[in-house]
T-cell receptor, first 111, second 113 residues
Framework: GDSVTQMEGPVTLSEEAFLTINCTYT??????LFWYVQYPGEGLQLLLK?????DKGSNKGFEATYRKETTSFHLEKGSVQVSDSAVYFC??????????FGQGTRLTINP | NAGVTQTPKFQVLKTGQSMTLQCAQD?????MYWYRQDPGMGLRLIYY???????DKGEVPNGYNVSRLNKREFSLRLESAAPSQTSVYFC????????????FGQGTRLTVV
């Protein structure tokens, strides 16, 4: 079945560092791909998405490009802030109603 | 601007007890979902309702039942709680997942002892 694999966490960086969180997927066809973010004590929020190959999703300085050749959707940010500390989830859309999530990557940014 | 509201936020149950988790959304979305979140496993879909009057099983439905009470409300029931159901439960809603993604509630932390 479809699955999503994220890099193991936790990830700890200093403020203004460059961030990459790796995400690869296994799926039939070319599903829509998402990054969700979960801040402490809250539910998940959609961060960005891409619906087809070579699409780039972007939001709040974060970017991810849908790479069908490598079945990847890595999350990047050029300069992280303390406020970016959260858990990040990569996900794919299976059919019309099922989001399949990766295991999540906890990110901590130190000042 | 409530979005998706879940109650309760925290609950402790004894093994064998029953309870219902409530969820309501005010965005007029057709689809609603229940997920559970466990450490190292991401979120897994328990049940979903694509529209009022319909419900379908997700990846981990055993031990749960759901009711789509109306377009706004979607409840999750544990008939006989087990320690394996200790988890954080999230309700979500969506008009179309592929376009706007899902909107999540703040979660219910359930402990079964």
């Amino acid at each position: 079945g479809d699955s999503v694999t994220q890099m193991e966490g936790p990830v700890t960086l200093s403020e203004e560092a460059f961030l990459t969180i790796n995400c690869t997927y296994t799926a039939t066809g070319y599903p829509s791909l998402f990054w969700y973010v979960q801040y402490p004590g809250e539910g998940l929020q959609l961060l960005l998405k891409a619906t087809k190959a070579d699409d780039k999703g972007s939001n709040k300085g974060f970017e991810a490009t849908y790479r069908k050749e490598t079945t990847s959707f890595h999350l990047e940010k050029g300069s992280v802030q303390v406020s970016d500390s959260a858990v990040y989830f990569c996900a794919l859309l299976q059919g019309a109603q099922k989001l399949v999530f990766g295991q999540g990557t906890r990110l901590t940014i130190n000042p | 601007n409530a979005g998706v509201t879940q109650t309760p936020k925290f609950q402790v149950l004894k093994t064998g007890q029953s309870m219902t988790l409530q969820c309501a959304q005010d965005m007029n979305h057709n689809s609603m979902y229940w997920y559970r979140q466990d450490p190292g496993m991401g979120l897994r879909l328990i049940y979903y309702s694509a529209s009022e009057g319909t419900t379908d099983k997700g990846e981990v439905p055993n031990g749960y039942n759901v009711s789509r009470l109306n377009k706004r409300e979607f409840s999750l029931r544990l008939e006989s709680a087990a320690p394996s159901q200790t988890s954080v439960y999230f309700c979500a809603s969506s008009e179309y997942l592929g376009r706007g993604g899902a909107f999540f509630g703040q979660g219910t932390r359930l402990t079964v002892v």
